[in-house]
């Protein structure tokens, strides 16, 4: 356990990610993010150094773990110029967990191997809880020696880890998981909308669900959330549009029609444009009862 870590965004994934590596014997000595209120308030809590500037978190720490919003701010962190990770990377691992694109992480690679540094990718296929409590499943992209490397600290946070292959191709998986997922819930939606429309009392109508071919993992996470409007944030309806724009592009790429991807991706869309895209994606459900947003 003799290698520091450091933590770029530490929004509700980042922060219990690294609560989680301090509490089993880890060195977390620096953190980040660009809401620097909460970058301070983890810090004082864990121990860490707050640091404002990019170069510092890798000045800081031998694995870097970052937990970014989108592509943009992925590409931002690993600049070319100014101030980056990027600065005096030499010898770094830098681990990233956010949902991008495959051609993102590609490009992350390029730039820290110019650097003298690697990358790996860490995607996740799990909510808070799960970073919490080390039971997160992680789907890692990138070379397999850099994998290994950093695999001692990995299993301390998740209890599903898998190696998926060359760099691209752990963002390509956890986009199609999003994908299905994003395409059950908002089924679950339209299914639950139109039973509380025709009457029916959902609660029984979710027990049938349950016990045929109706039932999914999105039915248990998310089914009473819709029916009684609990919203509560896991995973938002705006993460749920930009996740599935992902997928629907990949499918665009290879010359593939994805037309349930392209649907969900504009109810999703339909959330964010109403001023929904905070809440949990259960409230998609929003759109489909009767006498809600729709």
């Known amino acids: 356990m003799s290698q520091n870590i450091a933590f770029v965004g530490v929004g509700r994934m980042g922060a219990n990610m690294a609560r989680r ?9 620096a953190v980040f993010d660009v809401h620097a ?3 301070a308030e983890l810090a004082k809590e864990i121990g860490a150094k707050h640091v404002t500037k ?5 000045a800081a720490a031998d694995v870097i773990f970052t937990v970014v919003t989108d592509d943009a701010a992925q590409l931002g962190v690993f600049a070319e110029s100014g101030d980056s990770l990027l600065v005096n990377a030499r010898g770094k691992v830098f681990v990233n967990c ?3 694109t495959p051609k993102t992480h590609v490009e992350v690679e390029r730039r820290a191997r110019k650097a003298g540094a690697v990358t790996l990718e860490g995607c996740m296929a799990s909510s808070i809880p799960q970073a919490r409590n080390g039971t997160l499943y992680l789907m890692c992209g990138g070379d397999k020696a850099t994998f290994d490397q950093v695999k001692p600290i990995l299993e301390k946070l998740s209890t599903a880890l898998r190696y998926i292959g060359t760099t691209g191709q752990a963002a390509q998986v956890k986009a ?4 299905v997922m994003n395409i059950n819930t908002a089924g679950l939606a339209e299914g639950l909308g139109l039973g509380a429309a025709l009457g029916l009392d959902l609660n029984m109508l979710r027990e049938v669900f349950l016990q045929t071919g109706a039932n999914s993992q999105v039915l248990k996470t998310d089914g009473e959330d819709m029916q009684n409007r609990d ?8 993460h749920a549009a930009k996740d599935s724009g992902i997928a629907a592009q990949l499918g665009a790429d290879v010359g593939l029609n994805l037309p349930l991807a392209k649907a969900t991706k504009a109810q999703f ?5 109403l ?3 905070g809440l949990d994606k259960s409230g998609i459900a929003e759109l489909t009862f009767k006498g809600r947003h729709g």
Do not use: R, W
């Open 21 to 29: 590596l301090k509490e089993t014997g880890y060195a977390v000595t």
């Open 37 to 39: 209120p909460a970058a």
């Open 54 to 58: 990019l170069a510092d978190v890798t």
């Open 98 to 100: 956010a949902t991008i």
């Open 176 to 179: 199609l998981v999003n994908m």
């Open 231 to 238: 919203h509560s944030c896991f995973f938002s309806g705006a």
């Open 269 to 273: 869309d339909q959330m964010v444009k």
């Open 275 to 277: 001023g929904l895209g």
